[in-house]
């Protein structure tokens, strides 16, 4: 089972980028987007739900990023716009087999079981 990131890069302030995530071998039930930026700890920044899609936004991006999901290709995605030089970070995907996880649980990195190997996003001023 593997978590493939890609769609990092560098970016003025105000652009966007779209990261995506794609799981081979198998489906999980849920999904994140973490990301580090250096000297600074993991934070979260979004999850969804396979089956229902139900998704939740860090407050941090609420209305700038967007998760989603694309069934067929068996891939998630992170659409980032009006990004900020603080939105710089590696960004890691997650996933988890494990349905029924409080949304409160869900943002936490420690109930995500298998990370994608990070993606860099630069965003200049």
């Known amino acids: 089972v593997q978590l493939q990131a890609s769609g990092g890069g560098s970016v003025q302030a105000g652009g966007s980028l779209r990261l995506s995530c794609a799981a081979s071998?198998?489906?999980?039930?849920?999904y994140g987007w973490f990301r580090q930026a250096p000297g600074k700890e993991r934070e979260f920044v979004a999850y969804?739900?396979?089956?229902?899609?139900?998704?939740y936004h860090a407050d941090s991006v609420k209305g700038r990023f967007t998760i989603s999901r694309d069934s067929d290709k068996n891939t998630v995605y992170l659409q980032m716009s009006s990004l900020k030089p603080e939105d710089t970070a590696v960004y890691y995907c997650?996933?988890?087999?494990?349905?029924?996880?409080?949304?409160?649980?869900?943002?936490?990195?420690?109930?995500?079981?298998?990370w994608g190997q990070g993606t860099l996003v630069t965003v200049s001023s």
């Open positions: 071998g198998r489906t999980f039930a849920r």
């Open positions: 997650a996933a988890d087999g494990t349905y029924h996880v409080r949304n409160d649980y869900s943002r936490l990195a420690a109930y995500y079981g298998y």
């Open positions: 969804i739900r396979w089956k229902t899609g139900s998704t």
